[in-house]
């Protein structure tokens, strides 16, 4: 059920900021924009989850446009160690009916980080 | 050091054998999920918990079984009526939240391979 698109591989200067973008253009009004990462043979990480405003910790930022259909990861100094496949998904906090939201996870975007 | 854990690592079983996946939290979280990934694909869910005694399928939970008699733990069975077991089983744990972003924490993997 994927409510997301992003490009299937970018690749980025080490020290350069990365910019992955994410298309969720059928976004609803309660779901919330979330960024998880994973390098080759490992779990998932999460990043950073936004719902309107921009987030920023201290692992990256994320930009939501005002219209919501859009959103950008920003790593702001890309290291070798940020190569990895990056998801963006979108997501309420519940799920037909149940208290538990559900996380679809896509083919996501694979990121390479040179140095 | 709180997290989660997957046993063992590597797994490798014969075709028509039944075989257990074992994951571990100590977050102390409600909720548990089993995802199944298959080479260059995303995540799939395969079954979730949200509380102890309880749990529901996800989109392909055909083949597999869970249980979950403590908070802690979600053992995932891959049964021989699975046709194609051979994949990365990943578990994941988050707070049980309703109406409200979370985030999932995820274990290490196990890579099955049934020969």
């Known amino acids: 059920d994927a409510k997301t698109t992003q490009p299937p591989s970018m690749d980025c200067a080490e020290g350069r900021a990365a910019n992955l973008p994410c298309n969720h253009s059928?976004?609803?009004?309660?779901?919330?924009v979330y960024w998880y990462r994973q390098i080759h043979s490992q779990g998932p990480q999460y990043i950073i989850h936004?719902?309107?405003n921009n987030e920023t910790n201290e692992m990256a930022s994320l930009i939501i446009t005002e219209d919501r259909k859009s959103s950008t990861l920003i790593l702001p100094h890309a290291t070798l160690r940020d190569t990895a496949v990056y998801y963006c998904?979108?997501?309420?906090?519940?799920?037909?009916?149940?208290?538990?939201?559900?996380?679809?996870f896509g083919r996501g975007t694979q990121l390479t980080v040179w140095p | 050091d709180g997290g989660i854990t997957q046993s063992p690592k590597y797994l490798f079983r014969k075709e028509g054998q039944n075989v257990t996946l074992s994951c571990e939290q100590n977050?102390?979280?409600?909720?548990m999920y089993w995802y199944r990934q298959d080479p260059g694909q995303g995540l799939r869910l395969i079954y979730y918990?949200?509380?102890?005694?309880?749990?529901q399928k996800g989109d392909i939970a055909e083949g597999y079984s869970v249980s979950r008699e403590k908070k802690e733990s979600f053992p995932l069975t891959v049964t021989s009526a699975q046709k194609n077991p051979t994949a990365f089983y990943l578990c994941?744990?988050?707070?049980?939240?309703?109406?409200?972003?979370?985030?999932?924490?995820f274990g290490p993997g196990t890579r099955l391979t049934v020969t």
């Open positions: 994941a744990s988050s707070p049980r939240t309703s109406g409200r972003a979370y985030e999932q924490y």
């Open positions: 059928t976004i609803s009004g309660n779901e919330y």
């Open positions: 936004g719902l309107k």
């Open positions: 998904i979108v997501s309420s906090g519940a799920d037909r009916g149940s208290t538990l939201g559900r996380l679809y």
């Open positions: 977050l102390n979280h409600d909720a």
């Open positions: 918990s949200q509380i102890v005694n309880d749990f």
